[in-house]
C-alpha cells in the first residue's frame, strides 16, 4: 500500500502565503518524480508544479514566479511553497506521487486526498 498525504492549506486573503507539504509512505520502492496539482470547482485538475527525483521542475505558467516546489528525496517528500496568492488560486490542491513498487513494476500515479486552499479577495 502506498499512501500521500497533504497537509497544510487553508484560507489566506490575496497577496498572502501558504505553504503546502506532501509525504509519501508505504511500500513504494522509488519515487520518479512528485508534484502539485488542483482543481477548481467546474474546473478541470491541473498541473501546478512537479519536481523529479533529479530536481528538474517545471510550473503552470499562472503560477512562475509565485509558487515554489521543492522536495526531500529521503523523506520522501515534496513541498509548495506560494507567494502571491490570487483568488483564482483558490481550489483543492492535491499531491501526486509517480512512482514503482518494485525495481521491475511499471510507474503507477498515486494521489492524496486534497487539500482546500482559498484565497480571498
Known amino acids: 500500500q502506498v499512501q500521500v498525504e497533504e497537509s497544510g492549506g487553508g484560507l489566506v486573503q490575496a497577496g498572502g502565503s501558504l505553504g503546502l507539504s506532501c509525504a509519501a509512505s508505504g511500500t513504494i520502492f522509488s519515487i520518479d518524480a512528485m508534484g502539485w496539482y488542483r482543481q477548481a470547482p467546474g474546473k478541470q485538475r491541473e498541473l501546478v508544479a512537479r519536481i523529479t527525483s533529479g530536481g528538474i521542475t517545471n510550473y503552470a505558467d499562472s503560477v512562475k514566479g509565485r509558487f515554489t516546489i521543492s522536495k526531500d528525496n529521503a523523506k520522501r517528500m515534496v513541498y509548495l511553497q506560494m507567494n502571491g496568492l490570487k483568488p483564482e488560486d483558490t481550489a483543492v490542491y492535491y499531491c501526486?506521487?509517480?512512482?514503482?513498487?518494485?525495481?521491475?513494476?511499471?510507474?503507477?500515479?498515486?494521489w492524496g486526498q486534497g487539500t482546500q486552499v482559498t484565497v480571498s479577495s
Open positions: 501526486n506521487a509517480n512512482g514503482r513498487l518494485s525495481a521491475v513494476g511499471r510507474i503507477r500515479d498515486y
